[in-house]
Structure formats: C-alpha cells, structure tokens
T-cell receptor
Framework: GESVGLHLPTLSVQEGDNSIINCAYS??????FIWYKQESGKGPQFIID?????DKRQGQRVTVLLNKTVKHLSLQIAATQPGDSAVYFC?????????FGQGTTLQVKP | DVKVTQSSRYLVKRTGEKVFLECVQD?????MFWYRQDPGLGLRLIYF???????EKGDIPEGYSVSREKKERFSLILESASTNQTSMYLC????????????FGSGTRLTVV
C-alpha cells in the first residue's frame, strides 16, 4: 500500500541554524505534496506545497525540495527560531486524497 | 482566510454514550474529512465527503458514522463510545476534488471513560 514516511521522529537543532526535515514517499504517481506544521494542542497548519512538475519551491524562510527519482521530499527551514518547534508532517496527494506521514518533531535549542 | 471550526476543544464522555463531533467550514468547500490522531500512528482517515449527503469510508470507519446535511457542516458520530476511541479528532476541508491542501480545524480531544 501507499505510505509516506519521515526519516527521523525527532530533530534537535540550535536556534539560528538551518533545519532539514526529510520525507520519503512510495507512490510515483503522486502529483502534489504538502508540508504541515502542528504545534502542541493545535491542528496542522499549511506551510508550503509543491506540484510534481517542480523540483523546488521557496517560501518565507522555508524551501521544499522534491526528488522524484528517489521519491524524496524535504523541508528546509532557514535560521530556525524557537517558534518553529512543532511536529512537521509531509503529505502526498494520490487517488483524490492526501496521505500523511508520521511526523517529525523539531526541537529548537536556545 | 478559510476557517474550519470544531465545536469542542475538549470532551469527556462515558463508555456507551452516543457522541457527536461537529465541524463547520466557512469557505464553501466541497470536500470534508475526519481524522483521528494518535501517538505513533499519525493521522488516520475515518470518513470523508465530497458533497452534501455524500460520505465515503476512510481507513478506519468502524465504530463511527458521519452526517453531511449541509455543505458547510460535517458531523462525526460515535454510536457507542468506547475507551479505544479516546483520541484527538481533526476535521479538514478542501475546495475541490483536485490536488489541493487541506485546511484543518483545531481538533477535539475526546476522552472516553
């Protein structure tokens, strides 16, 4: 079956450093990918998305990279701040629905 | 901004009770979804709906039902709550059947005692 997975359950980074969160997906037919951020006690919030005809997309302090050859997605956060501490989920779109990964917890050390 | 509102943030119910979780979105989205979220298991799809009066089973529909009488409202029903339904429940909506992100509500943390 389909699965979307994140490589690491927890990532700890120093404030000000760059963070890279990785995600592997299994379905090469997936056409759209999205990253969500979920803070404690809240619902997931959209961060950035990318369609399968692109390999890179930049937002404010965030960049998503898509490597379709190895079915890999990554989220890069520049100059990580304490407010970035959260669980990050990737999701792929396939057969009309989003399929979510397990999530990576990002801890930012002051 | 799209808003997805879940009626309760925290809920405590007794085993065997019938429980209604309400979700309302204000952006005329066709698609609505119910997920539960448990540690180590991620987000699991319970039911979804692409239109009024439509419903489709997700990955874990057992013990749940849904109702979509109006486009903006999607209700999740636990017919007879059990302790293994203690979880965080998340409602989401999206505009079309195509590839778009979902907008989530804040979640309802349900405890069944």
């Amino acid at each position: 079956g389909e699965s979307v997975g994140l490589h690491l359950p927890t990532l700890s980074v120093q404030e000000g450093d760059n963070s890279i969160i990785n995600c592997a997906y299994s379905n090469s037919a997936s056409d759209y990918f999205i990253w969500y951020k979920q803070e404690s006690g809240k619902g997931p919030q959209f961060i950035i998305d990318i369609r399968s005809n692109m390999d890179k997309r930049q937002g404010q302090r965030v960049t998503v990279l898509l490597n379709k050859t190895v079915k890999h997605l990554s989220l890069q956060i520049a100059a990580t701040q304490p407010g970035d501490s959260a669980v990050y989920f990737c999701a792929e779109h396939n057969t009309g629905k989003l399929i979510f990964g397990q999530g990576t917890t990002l801890q930012v050390k002051p | 901004d799209v808003k997805v509102t879940q009626s309760s943030r925290y809920l405590v119910k007794r085993t065997g009770e019938k429980v209604f979780l309400e979700c309302v979105q204000d952006m005329d989205h066709e698609n609505m979804f119910w997920y539960r979220q448990d540690p180590g298991l991620g987000l699991r799809l319970i039911y979804f709906s692409y239109d009024v009066k439509m419903k489709e089973k997700g990955d874990i529909p057992e013990g749940y039902s849904v109702s979509r009488e109006k486009k903006e409202r999607f209700s999740l029903i636990l017919e007879s709550a059990s302790t293994n339904q203690t979880s965080m429940y998340l409602c989401a909506s999206s505009p079309l059947r195509g590839a778009y992100g979902y907008t989530f509500g804040s979640g309802t943390r349900l405890t069944v005692v």
